[in-house]
């Protein structure tokens, strides 16, 4: 009866050691100590041999049982310890859903964006199309074209960024956008072209990239009156119905004849852009007959317009990107 008294011993510490094991690998532990090859059922097992023949058979069988019995333990407190777990895990990575979230910042246009679009929408609305083109430009689209004599200022290093080995430039103006239309287009037809141009130029308000916008028409009896017209209904859209407009007498190689233009601004003038009637050299160049189509186009700068309607000191400030200045339009 000794080995069964034994394995009853066994059993009872067995329930206690395995009941207490903290943690998966303890619990691997105190198995290998009840049920390994030298575990202590092991030792009852070899024990069986000295017995008297009529009690071997019982107790192996209480051994088996035994065995069974630890086995049945460890499995239970394994699951035990694996629900533990994790609902210790699911508490550690609690998530508040009710906490109120952090608000994202809402961006919103930039002024230049805002400027561009107004005056895209009211050409529109005279049945202009937006157009565009691209920002390096040949040789030929941004000065041949138009007219500019081989030695014209404006060629000069000082004024225009040439692209390394090539004949192209960061466009200077956006007037390169008409010939690229007229060269395709069978007029008539007008556009309205807003766009970034480069020029070498930095002070408090002249910044080497900036943007412009175009607008040209061409057809049969398009005269200085309709662009005058034209250049009045966009002031007064722009700055008021008060707005008045002065042409000066200008020059420019693609518009013959040509005027800069100024805009009334409180007492006096704000110096406002370029136009002019299409010079017929440059509707040849972009072979339309200039027997018999006429246009005109003017190009005037916006960001100044931006920094206007925004009260913006300083053009750098439209292009650091800094959102503490950006967040206040
Ligand atoms: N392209 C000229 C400039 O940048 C402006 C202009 C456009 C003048 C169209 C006449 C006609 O100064």
């Known amino acids: 009866m000794s080995a069964v008294a034994d394995l009853d011993a066994v059993l009872a510490e067995a329930e206690t050691a395995i009941a207490q094991a903290p943690n998966a690998q303890a619990l691997a532990e105190v198995r290998a100590g009840f049920l390994g090859k030298k575990g202590s059922v092991a030792a009852v097992l070899r024990g069986i041999g000295a017995l008297a023949p009529e009690e071997r058979g019982p107790a192996g069988q209480a051994a088996n049982q035994a065995k069974v019995q630890i086995e049945a333990w460890v499995d239970a407190r394994k699951n035990g ?10 508490a550690d990575h609690h998530l508040d859903v009710t906490l109120p979230g952090a608000a994202s910042r809402v961006g919103h246009l930039h002024p230049i ?3 561009e679009r ?3 929408a009211f050409f529109q609305g005279l049945g202009y199309s937006v157009e565009d083109g691209p920002e390096v430009e040949s040789d030929w689209n941004n000065f041949g074209a138009l007219n500019f004599p081989e030695d014209h200022p404006a060629r000069d290093v000082q004024d225009t960024f040439f692209v390394k080995d090539s004949t ?3 466009r200077t103006h956006t007037s390169p956008v008409q010939v690229r239309a007229m060269s395709q287009l069978e007029p008539p037809f007008r556009f309205i072209v807003p766009g970034r141009v480069y020029r070498y130029d930095l002070d408090p308000t002249h910044y080497p990239m900036f943007h412009q ?10 005269s200085l009156g309709d662009l005058k017209g034209t250049l009045y209904a966009f002031a007064r859209h722009l700055f ?3 707005a008045e407009l002065r042409f000066r007498a200008h020059f420019f190689p693609f518009t013959e004849p040509s005027a800069e233009m100024d805009v009334s601004w409180g007492e006096g003038w704000l110096e406002w852009g370029g136009c002019g009637m299409i010079h017929p050299r440059v509707l040849q160049n972009c072979g339309i007959d200039p027997d018999r189509w006429q246009g005109f186009a003017f190009g005037m700068a916006l960001d100044r317009a931006a ?5 913006i000191p300083n ?3 439209l292009f650091d990107g800094d959102v503490r200045v950006l967040e206040q339009f």
């Open 81 to 90: 310890l694996a629900a533990a777990a994790e609902s210790q895990s699911l």
């Open 113 to 115: 964006t805002q400027v």
């Open 118 to 120: 107004d005056m895209c």
């Open 168 to 170: 192209n430039v960061l």
């Open 213 to 222: 916008i175009e607008g040209f028409c061409v057809g049969e009896n398009v």
């Open 240 to 242: 008021g119905p008060q």
């Open 307 to 311: 920094m206007i309607r925004s009260a």
């Open 315 to 317: 053009i750098q400030l």
